[in-house]
């Protein structure tokens, strides 16, 4: 029998991805605290001990800790397989033998030193305190260096009032009942001292045209403002960015809107009222 992934000709129309890309998103689950999700596994909580364990690490590795044989062994397996995404690193974590991946069109993930298995989801270390996890630095460095590498023209962009506390990234869609809610507070956060950054991020493929006009229109914030209260943004096709964002959501596991990431790449959940989101993002 097909496995469900097969049948998602709507990933296939958004994406070019290979069999292991659409199995890795159709597994991947992402905890929305509110927010309009294209996947009901969005929605549903992690156990107890996922929802209670610490973000910190504290032995952070970086890309400088390369394990290049790692690198070579996963490429060997992968290709062997039939897959041809290209392995770009391979860091070792605080569990023997375990690394975390990144290679192009997939979202990171982990594999063992032979380069045999790759395991998705998160890494709870126990018995010394908290739990903790172990990947929750490697994540937010994988989102701070793919979102700090998008060109500011390409985002639209509502700076903070005043002095600038914190710069968060949302991926948004003009249809999402969250995101239009996050946007009626935009004054408010960026009164906070919270710059907002667009990315788009269109939840069907009857949303991408809309999402395109704005990004295409002369006036892009006006468009946004337009669009986030239901009008029905037209502007002549350009050269836009659309789908290079949802490339790049896709790449940090975004399954729903409006997805907020801070500058230093972690994932703070779906939609937040203005105080929270600024609390959250560390503008207090």
């Not at 033998?97 to 989801?121: C, M, N, R, S």
């Not at 998160?122 to 996890?133: K, R, S």
């Amino acid at each position: 029998m097909p496995l469900p992934f097969v049948k998602n000709t709507l990933a296939r129309k958004r994406f070019p991805q290979s069999n292991l890309s659409r199995f890795m998103m159709s597994a991947l689950l992402v905890v929305v605290a509110a927010g309009c999700s294209n996947n009901a596994a969005d929605a549903t909580s992690n156990t107890s001990v996922v929802n209670n364990t610490k973000t910190n690490v504290s032995t952070t590795k970086t890309s400088t800790d390369n394990d290049a044989t790692v690198v070579d062994a996963l490429q060997a397996n992968l290709k062997a397989s039939g897959i041809e995404e290209k392995v770009i690193s391979a860091v070792p974590t605080d569990m023997d033998g375990i690394y975390w991946v990144t290679a192009e069109g997939l979202p990171p993930f982990f594999a063992d030193k032979a380069g045999k298995h790759i395991i998705q989801g998160q890494i709870i270390a126990v018995g010394q305190g908290a739990p903790v996890d172990i990947s929750a630095a490697l994540v937010a460095t994988t989102a701070q260096d793919a979102l700090k590498a998008v060109d500011k023209k390409d985002m639209v962009i509502y700076p903070a009032k005043g002095a600038t506390k914190a710069i968060i990234y949302a991926f948004t869609d003009a249809d999402c009942g969250y995101c239009r809610k996050l946007h009626s507070e935009i004054d408010d956060i960026n009164a906070r001292g919270v710059e907002v950054r667009y990315l788009a991020w269109p939840r069907s493929q009857e949303s991408v045209p809309k999402m395109e006009a704005i990004w295409c229109s002369e006036d892009r914030h006006a468009a946004m403002n337009q669009a986030k209260v239901g009008a029905n943004i037209q502007a002549p096709s350009c050269v836009n960015p659309v789908q290079e964002h949802m490339a790049l959501g896709t790449k940090l596991g975004v399954r729903g809107t409006p997805a907020i990431f801070t500058e230093a790449g972690q994932q703070i959940g779906g939609y937040l009222p203005a105080a929270q989101l600024a609390e959250a993002a560390g503008a207090n």
